[in-house]
T-cell receptor, first 112, second 115 residues
Framework: GENVEQHPSTLSVQEGDSAVIKCTYSDSASNYFPWYKQELGKRPQLIIDIRSNVGEKKDQRIAVTLNKTAKHFSLHITETQPEDSAVYFCAASRPGNNDMRFGAGTRLTVKP | EAGVVQSPRYKIIEKKQPVAFWCNPISGHNTLYWYRQNLGQGPELLIRYENEEAVDDSQLPKDRFSAERLKGVDSTLKIQPAELGDSAVYLC?????????????FGPGTRLTVL
């Protein structure tokens, strides 16, 4: 089955700096890659996703890139703000299969 | 539109006791998931339903865990008997079935503490 690895496990940046979180996946058939943000004590919420037919997607300060050949994808947050502090999870799933596998998470701390 | 509803939000029980969690997915979502999230880790799939059929329960510890989604809408996850290692947050999520992956919407979770 799919195996998703996520790095780093913790990341601390200064407010205004950029943050990058990377994930690799094992199943070359996976074609959907969402990123979830989970604040302390709250539910995971989708912040951005990408499908395998595109290489990059942006939404304001957040972007995701996908390299299908290398089987890795990354989350980029620019101009970080203290409210970006949370745990971020990447995930991957296959077509026609709603089974989604999550990475272990990255705890991002943005210092004011 | 109401989101995924779960109850209870918190549950504290002693080991060997039974416990049940309830989930009501977003209206119209045919796929329902139960995840377990241990502290500091990502959600781990326990079971996935498409309508009333459990299509993936390979990660469900069947000796003590059971789940049902009798009418293809809300679902119940049960643990009997609970063990200390079952302490975790149990998340329910729902999505619309599709061919290229679909956003999963999560409920607030039930935080289980087994003493």
């Amino acid at each position: 089955g799919e195996n998703v690895e996520q790095h780093p496990s913790t990341l601390s940046v200064q407010e205004g700096d950029s943050a990058v979180i990377k994930c690799t996946y094992s199943d070359s058939a996976s074609n959907y890659f969402p990123w979830y943000k989970q604040e302390l004590g709250k539910r995971p919420q989708l912040i951005i996703d990408i499908r395998s037919n595109v290489g990059e997607k942006k939404d304001q300060r957040i972007a995701v890139t996908l390299n299908k050949t290398a089987k890795h994808f990354s989350l980029h947050i620019t101009e970080t703000q203290p409210e970006d502090s949370a745990v971020y999870f990447c995930a991957a799933s296959r077509p026609g299969n709603n089974d989604m596998r999550f990475g272990a998470g990255t705890r991002l701390t943005v210092k004011p | 539109e109401a989101g995924v509803v779960q109850s209870p939000r918190y549950k504290i029980i002693e080991k060997k006791q039974p416990v049940a969690f309830w989930c009501n997915p977003i209206s119209g979502h045919n796929t329902l998931y139960w995840y377990r999230q241990n502290l500091g880790q990502g959600p781990e799939l326990l079971i996935r339903y498409e309508n009333e059929e459990a299509v993936d329960d390979s990660q469900l510890p069947k000796d003590r865990f059971s789940a049902e989604r009798l009418k293809g809408v809300d679902s119940t996850l049960k643990i009997q008997p609970a063990e200390l290692g079952d302490s975790a947050v149990y998340l329910c999520a729902s999505s619309l079935f599709g061919t290229s992956g679909n956003e999963q919407f999560f409920g607030p979770g039930t935080r289980l503490t087994v003493l």
